[in-house]
């Protein structure tokens, strides 16, 4: 089992910042790839980023690439989504996940999950 808990989410103003992070417990960090995924009221959670097992490779939805940044930090068994350029249409709750498959950009394929943080993005 792994336990991933959110922190860091918040009001903002359009074009302000802010970094979430998910610390993780329970079995090796470095056993699981990780991603962020969000979810807007009446819509699907979708993809938003993930890094790989190593942290070396980095993916992004065409929505966020060049505003968000992802890293982990292993010594501190933790996730970092740096959040850029924020936009209304950024409102969402924002969940991290754990998957130990190489398939990163659906919900399915992730086996735990946090209970997300919202952000909620002004205009």
């Known amino acids: 089992q792994v336990q991933l808990v959110e922190s860091g989410g918040g009001l903002v103003q359009a074009g302000g910042s802010l970094r979430l992070s998910c610390a993780a417990s329970?079995?090796?960090?470095?056993?699981?790839?990780m991603g962020w995924f969000r979810q807007a009221p009446g819509k699907e959670r979708e993809f938003v980023s993930a890094?790989?097992?190593?942290?070396?490779?980095?993916y992004y939805a065409d929505s966020v690439k060049g505003r968000f940044t992802i890293s982990r930090e292993y010594a501190k068994n933790t996730m970092y989504l740096q959040m850029n350029s924020l936009k209304p249409e950024d409102t969402a709750v924002y969940y991290c996940?754990?998957?130990?498959?190489?398939?990163?950009?659906?919900?399915?394929?992730?086996?735990?999950w946090g209970q997300g943080t919202q952000v909620t993005v002004s205009s």
């Open positions: 890094v790989s097992y190593s942290g070396s490779i980095t």
């Open positions: 329970g079995r090796t960090f470095s056993n699981y790839a």
């Open positions: 996940a754990a998957t130990r498959t190489y398939n990163y950009y659906t919900v399915k394929d992730y086996d735990y």
